[in-house]
Each structure stands twice: as structure tokens, then as C-alpha cells.
């Protein structure tokens, strides 16, 4: 993440002292080739009779040679700014390049529980549905709603509430593989986006997920707010609208929402046999 104290001027500052050290230098050596060649050319005017002979081009040549000497320190120092200045517009792109991701990030990041938002949901699901169409592979979605969380709200306060879900969220992300996404679909609701994943995978996802949560509840001290996941899930299938997979996922999670979220409600599309990879 950037880091809203750092000081883009301060952050500039060494690359302007750089081509300040530069300028000095360069003024400092090109008036020494100036000295140098201004000599050498004083000699000639002053005994032209004399300048072209042994005697008096020896004594032309220290300063002609002082003076092209500075003129190469002169191009160095050029060749040398020239490259640094390049290195530092480098950097600063990279460092651009390195905060627009970010931005990007955090814009798709829900603040509360660090996960995904729901800006993010139809791009992924978008994502997943070209991949299964075009490599014939499963997928799955599951809605969570965590039944008894605005009893946490009224106990807690908000910030409390806060606190609570994100925990929540991170035990959700702890049950997943990495394929798998966590979206904050709102409120107490998260979307699961399950690549690769089919009825039998579903259901013992479900299975597990709940256990974690009750789990969790008692190592936290929370078992007074009776806090359940009622969870809803769908299978995608050729051609099927991205709207109906969530409509059908809604459903699901009503029918559970009205047992309590005791009960693993079964998912569109059952019939697979295999589990889904192991979490």
C-alpha cells in the first residue's frame, strides 16, 4: 500500500541535487577547457613567428592538452547525468506502475473484512464462465449469511460488529483452496466463487464451514449470540445467466435461512459423484 506520509518533493529531492551537482561541475570544467584552449590560442596570436616551431608547439600543448582533457571530463559528466536521469525516470514510472496496482487493489478491496467487494463479483464470475465454456470444467457459487450477526451489532456496536466480521471473513478464507474467491456480497452476506468444484465438494465445504464457524464461536467466547452460516449454493451450467446463478443461490440460502442454517441445503445441478479437491 502507499504510504500517505512519504513526500513526493523530498522523494525528488536527490535526483535535483544531482543535476544541480551537475551544472556546477559542468560550468567548473567547461570554463577550465575555455582557460585551457583560450591559452593555447594566446600563444598562437602573440608569436605567430615562433608558434609553429619545435619550441613553440611544445609550449602549446600542455594547455591545448589541459583543455581537451576537460572537454572528455566535460562529455563524462554529461554521459554520467544523462544516465542518471534515465535510471530516476525508471524508478519513478515503476513506482507509478507499483501504486496504480494498488490503488487498483484497494478499489476492488472491501475496508471491513479485506476481502473482495461486489465491484469485483461480476468480473470474476465473468472470468470463471469464459473458463468453463471454453475448458468444459465445473463451477460453483455459494451465498453465506451468518444468521444471529445483528445481535453481535446491538451488543457490540458497530465497530465491534466490525471486528467480528472480519474474523469471520478470515475463518471463511481459511476453508477455501487458493483458486477459490471471498466476496462481501453485503451486510453480513458473502459470495464464494468455487472454480473446479462440484455437488459432493459443495456439501462438504458446507459441512465444514459450519463446524468452523461453531467452533469458532466457543474458542471466542461468542456462543451467546448463536451466530449460524445459512448458506445457499448454485451449479453454473452451459448458457446459464449470470443473474439466474445468483437468483438460484438466493433461493437456497432462504430455504436454509429458514431452518436456522442447521440444515446443508443441496445444490443446483446434483448428480456429480467425485468431491471437489480437498481444503
Known sequence: MPDPTSDPVNEDRPLRLERRDWQFWSFLVLGLAIVGIGMAAYGLLSAPGTAWTIQGITQLIPPMLFGVIALLVLVNFYLAQRDAVIRGLEHE????KIEAELNRELALQDPVTEVYNRRYLRVMLSKEISRVKRLGKSLAVM????????????????TGGDVVLRQIAQLLQSKLRNSDLVVRFGGDEFLLILPDTDDAGVQLLTSRMKEALADWSRRSGMTEFNLRFAIGSARYTQDRPLDDLLKSAEQRLQQDRRTGGEAATPPAGAGAAAAAAPR
Open 93 to 96: 514510472l515503476v513506482q507509478q
Open 143 to 158: 451465498l453465506v449469511d451468518i444468521t444471529g450477526f445483528r445481535r453481535v451489532n446491538e451488543s457490540l456496536g458497530h
